[in-house]
């Protein structure tokens, strides 16, 4: 198990945006790809995004056209940036692949006015 460290959460009004960074160490030279969850207070944990090994990219259909996930392989780094934030997005957001045994804490974001 590897903890990855999350970071770029915070408060921020409805329609902002915000830049959340996951930092795995060695991910992409093992070949994996990286997830994020969501989990606001009292939910489940519901996914997010993800991104694989060869660049494709996928999206829950709530964040659709608003979030965007991309990496760095040079620093071993997903991003998330997430534009057009609403209330509904406020959660404990986390990066993870446990296949290839990558988890983290999560960072909080909170979307009010």
């Known amino acids: 198990q590897v903890q990855v460290v999350e970071s770029g959460g915070g408060l921020v009004q409805p329609g902002g945006s915000l830049r959340l960074s996951c930092t795995a160490p060695?991910?992409?030279?093992?070949?994996?790809?990286m997830n994020w969850y969501r989990q606001a207070a009292g939910k489940q944990r519901e996914w997010v995004s993800s991104?694989?090994?060869?660049?494709?990219?996928t999206y829950a259909d709530s964040v659709k056209g608003r979030f965007t996930i991309s990496k760095d392989k040079a620093k071993d780094t997903v991003y998330l940036q997430m534009n057009s934030l609403k209330p509904e997005d406020t959660a404990m957001y986390s990066c993870?692949?446990?296949?290839?045994?990558?988890w983290g804490q999560g960072t909080q974001v909170t979307v009010s006015s």
């Open positions: 991104i694989r090994i060869d660049g494709i990219t």
């Open positions: 993870n692949n446990p296949l290839c045994g990558y």
């Open positions: 060695g991910f992409t030279s093992n070949s994996c790809g």
